[in-house]
């Protein structure tokens, strides 16, 4: 298929190359730019607490992948961290005009959406304001909380609009032709993505239902502390176990489902999902291996249950990712050189 790009001539095949058009690379480095503001502002925050804490660096980078090891840091914890550097590889490829970058950075943007909506929630209880003014880090923290809001907005703005139909032809040039279909190889990496998580997102929900439904178990606080900050009580910019988990829920259904459809390229969104949520259950398995888990999980069925859960979320996170990152390799080797790459 042949179609023109302004002044240069597109000849890739199926006409879907791998770069944003050049009318959207404003919007590219904008969300580029916040994207890695606000990923700064969490390691200052994770420098803050190593230099504060007891703890020395090497504590800090066992701490990482180990959650029995003393963390240097306990202002942030590994949800932040993931998103971190999630947030900066996102802005790499918004530098570098990577059409994933955009439901990647779609994706982080409705995240932090989320995150500043349950602060505001928070900051409705009268309590919960006044350790805000009376922390010596409170000032700090509202900040970081308010910056997130505006990354939030600014991201969602710059890049929802930023679709490649709104691809401009010169005056002269015949009607656009109908957008061609996905390709069948991107339809089925895409559905198998999409099974892969929903199966890991109705397990999960299977767990938590189960944790609700527990002898003892305040299921409304529960609930409540997924979206209301200040049920936690702390100012620490670490997540909630509550919000993590049916955030995490949450992010599995809504992305599966649309990955099942096919009718998106989220690539993007798929992968930084995906590797979070990898790095999260590599946690889990160090923190299995160190507390000896593996030889006593089997004595129960729910314990075999919970590790076969583990083994299919190490499994399919990685699948995803592979596949998800060779699927890119793929497209750019058909699509060959980008017109951006050879434009003065």
């Known amino acids: 298929m042949v179609m023109r790009d302004g002044d240069a001539l597109d000849v890739r095949p199926g006409g879907d190359p791998p770069r944003a058009a050049p009318e959207h690379h404003g919007a590219y480095h904008t969300a580029a730019f916040f994207l890695t503001l606000y990923a700064s502002a969490l390691t200052a925050w994770t420098v803050y607490g190593i230099v504060q804490g007891d703890g020395s660096l090497w504590d800090f980078v066992e701490g990482l992948f180990n959650p029995g090891a003393s963390s240097a840091s306990q202002l942030v914890g590994p949800y932040e961290w993931a998103f971190a550097a999630a947030f900066l590889a996102t802005a790499g490829l918004a530098v570098a005009h990577r059409r994933p970058a955009r439901s990647a950075a779609l994706f982080s943007g409705f995240f932090l959406l989320a995150v500043s909506l349950r602060e505001a929630v928070g900051l409705c209880d009268a309590a919960y304001r006044y350790q805000y003014a009376t922390d010596p880090l409170g000032g700090w923290a509202l900040a970081t909380r308010v910056l997130g809001l505006v990354v939030a907005v600014v991201v969602l703005t710059t890049m929802l609009p930023a679709t490649e139909h709104r691809r401009r032809r010169r005056a002269d040039a015949t009607p656009p032709a109908p957008r061609p279909a996905p390709r069948a190889r991107d339809r089925r990496l895409s559905r198998i993505c999409g099974v892969l998580f929903l199966v ?145």
Do not use: C, H, I
């Open 200 to 344: 890991m997102g109705l397990s999960r929900l299977a767990w938590t239902v189960r944790d609700l439904t527990t002898a003892g178990m305040d299921t409304a606080r529960y609930l409540r502390g997924a979206v209301d900050g200040s049920v936690l009580g702390t100012l620490n910019l670490a997540a909630s176990a509550e919000f993590t988990t049916l955030g995490s829920v949450l992010g599995f259904l809504l992305l599966g489902g649309l990955a099942l459809r096919a009718r998106r390229d989220l690539r993007g969104a798929l992968l930084v999902f995906a590797s979070v949520q990898l790095y999260l259950t590599v946690r889990t398995v160090v923190w299995l291996t160190v507390t000896d888990f593996f030889n006593q999980s089997f004595e129960t069925p729910e314990g075999a249950l919970s590790m076969a859960t583990t083994a299919y979320g190490l499994a399919a996170m990685t699948s995803v990712v592979v596949l998800v990152m060779g699927a890119g390799v793929g497209r750019d080797r058909e699509a060959g050189p980008s017109p951006d790459d050879s434009a003065p």
